[in-house]
């Protein structure tokens, strides 16, 4: 992966992040620095599922491709938040 690839992923980390966190109802005790991380590394995972489906590279824009990452990063979020709620 180049540098540059990487850069956007990121970047697109970050916006799954914080569409994650606005799908999971209710208010959430983590910081934005948490949202980021849970949503680059949702990113990530999501790339790689929706590649294993076949679905990664499709004309257009991929949207079924974003909608796991969201779903991962809502997850994400969800369960770090009960983690976090705990101490």
């Known amino acids: 992966m180049e540098i540059s690839g ?7 980390g970050i916006i799954i992040g914080v569409l ?9 005790r983590i910081g934005i620095l948490w949202t980021i991380a849970v949503g680059i590394v949702a990113a990530f ?12 590279d499709t004309k257009g824009v991929d949207w079924i491709e974003w909608l796991i990452q969201i779903g991962l990063a809502a ?7 009960r983690t976090r709620g705990r101490h």
């Open 45 to 56: 995972i999501g790339s790689g599922v929706a590649a294993a489906f076949g679905v990664a």
């Open 6 to 12: 990487i850069i956007s992923a990121i970047l697109i």
């Open 20 to 28: 994650g966190r606005l799908v999971v109802p209710g208010r959430q």
């Open 75 to 81: 997850l994400g979020v969800a369960a770090l938040d």
